[in-house]
């Protein structure tokens, strides 16, 4: 197996509570991908933006979003992430879904809720980390808000690529910048990460600055500010495996539990 990945993250523009038409866009932007790409990386609420509509905008797992991401995977082969408005035994999550083109998928909760913007007053929050180990690679996938909190991002079960994905604001744009090249850093790892650009229905504006960085912290794609665009980038884990050994800070990392 390769020990490269071919990545292409979809900085774009999201419609508000549009979901048929942003599902329509999404699809015609999947036909401009790079074919030889393996991942496709799609904003937070992707298919609404981020809205405290929750029940209003909750889809479960026989809801259109759900089941074009499984259509779109396989009929592209590829896998596909990103995160919706998701809705399962009365609780209403920000749920990010990783779909493999076999139909095979993940799910991880939103852990930290940005109760400054509402979130925490109308979703459930989720309380576990899930690795996905996807051809020969391992990663962490989180969402958003969940970057301003290390030690949920911390490398404690060897990940190779922390995930962001994100409706991150413009008006905290160098707090984004400054955390993402932390979290590269801190764990010696690929972290990637996601944002969209436009304004919401609430007139908060996003800018995108969609990046990879690599586990020195340095953004690997030119980073672009309020464009919508696909950016397709390739990484290697080999690279990966002879940096964390040459320089193998997580040997004198500190021992902790994280308690609930």
């Avoid at 400054?116 to 996905?132: F, P, V």
């Amino acid at each position: 197996m390769s020990d490269k990945l071919r990545l292409s993250l979809i900085q774009p523009e999201i419609l508000w509570e549009s979901i048929e038409l942003n599902l329509s866009h999404f699809t015609e932007l999947l036909t401009r991908v790079d074919p030889a790409t393996e991942v496709v990386i799609l904003p937070e609420m992707f298919s609404t933006g981020f809205t405290m509509q929750a029940l209003k905008m909750a889809e479960g797992f026989e809801g259109k979003t759900f089941n074009w991401m499984r259509e779109m995977a396989a009929q592209f082969n590829y896998a596909l992430t990103g995160s919706f408005i998701f809705t399962e035994n009365t609780n209403v999550f920000n749920r990010l879904v990783w779909m493999n083109p076999s139909g095979e998928y993940y799910t991880y909760d939103k852990r930290h809720l940005f109760s400054m913007g509402g979130e925490k007053d109308h979703y459930s929050c989720g309380n576990s980390r899930i690795l996905i180990n996807y051809k020969n690679w391992k990663i962490l996938p989180l969402i958003c808000y969940d970057l301003r909190f290390p030690v949920w991002s911390r490398n404690s079960d060897g990940y190779d690529i922390l995930l962001y994905v994100a409706n991150w604001p413009a008006v905290r744009s160098y707090a984004w910048n400054c955390l993402l090249r932390a979290r590269a850093i801190e764990n010696q790892s690929y972290v990637v990460a996601v944002n969209r650009i436009g304004k919401d229905g609430e007139g908060v504006e996003y800018i995108g600055e969609s990046m990879i960085l690599d586990p020195k912290g340095f953004p690997m794609n030119e980073v672009i500010e309020k464009k919508e665009m696909i950016i397709f980038k390739i990484i290697d884990l080999q690279e990966l495996k002879d940096f964390r050994k040459k320089f193998p800070v997580s040997a004198d990392a500190d021992k902790f539990m994280l308690i609930d």
